[in-house]
């Protein structure tokens, strides 16, 4: 199977940063990468897929990057409504694993 | 509107079973594959299981193959998780969702492929204790 992990776990940060979030495939999942945001007590929100694809609605501030194991996700800005948990998941094989998660918090 | 509720969560005791259900309404249900993701407290998201448009193909975590099995009704446009042998550690909120399909323009057509889940419901509540 495929594992997924994130770095770092926290990101201690204030408004108006620029946030960066790593994501490593254990093997290469081409660009079968998806990014989500959650906040407390919510369902997962779909950000970006295909590792850079920007979903509807979402702002352009969120962006994706990476191909291969190693995938970024950056906020240009980062707004107050933007402290939550993002994750990162696989559709390479019908095993969609998840990766750990990175909180995003307030500094 | 586009939407997916769960129900059928509740307590159960080690060793029990029960049904989750998901109701999807707003879009082509039979034309979606759909996944439950489930979350124990304070812990991150677990990918469970997904199923194709039809039925015929169906995955699994390791950790539930053999005691789950999910299952839907495009007429109904329900998808099902039938969980037996339930542990402490199935303990969740558990989520359906729909996996997002995309065009692909390739060399030689098109191809309809998947990566992400795009439409999520509120998630049931699933403890098992004594």
């Known amino acids: 199977d495929i594992q997924m992990t994130q770095s770092p776990s926290t990101l201690s940060v204030s408004v108006g940063d620029r946030v960066t979030i790593s994501c490593r495939a254990s093997?290469?999942?081409?660009?079968?990468l998806a990014w989500y945001q959650q906040k407390p007590g919510k369902a997962p929100k779909l950000l970006i897929y295909?590792?850079?694809t920007l979903e509807s609605g979402v702002p352009s501030r969120f962006s994706g990057s990476g191909s291969g194991t190693e995938f970024t996700l950056t906020i240009s800005s980062l707004q107050p409504d933007d402290f939550a948990i993002y994750y990162c998941?696989?559709?390479?094989?019908?095993?969609?694993?998840f990766g750990q998660g990175t909180k995003v918090e307030i500094k | 509107e586009v939407q997916l509720v769960e129900s059928g969560g509740g307590l159960v005791q080690p060793g029990g079973s029960l049904r989750l259900s998901c109701e999807a309404s707003g879009f082509t249900f039979s034309n979606y594959w759909m996944s439950w993701v489930r979350q124990a407290p304070g812990k991150g998201l677990e990918w469970v299981a997904n199923i194709n448009q039809d039925g015929s193909d169906k995955y699994y975590v390791d950790s539930v193959k053999g005691r789950f099995t999910l299952s839907r009704d495009n007429a109904r446009n329900s998808l099902y998780l039938q969980m037996n042998s339930l542990r402490v550690e199935d303990t969740a909120v558990y989520y359906c969702?729909?996996?997002?399909?995309?065009?692909?323009?390739?060399?030689?057509?098109?191809?309809?492929?998947?990566?992400?889940?795009?439409?999520w419901g509120q998630g049931t509540t699933v403890t098992v204790s004594s």
């Open positions: 969702a729909r996996e997002k399909q995309f065009l692909e323009y390739l060399l030689y057509g098109t191809k309809t492929s998947y990566c992400g889940m795009d439409v």
């Open positions: 998941q696989h559709s390479k094989s019908y095993f969609r694993t």
């Open positions: 295909r590792a850079s």
């Open positions: 093997q290469s999942i081409g660009s079968w």
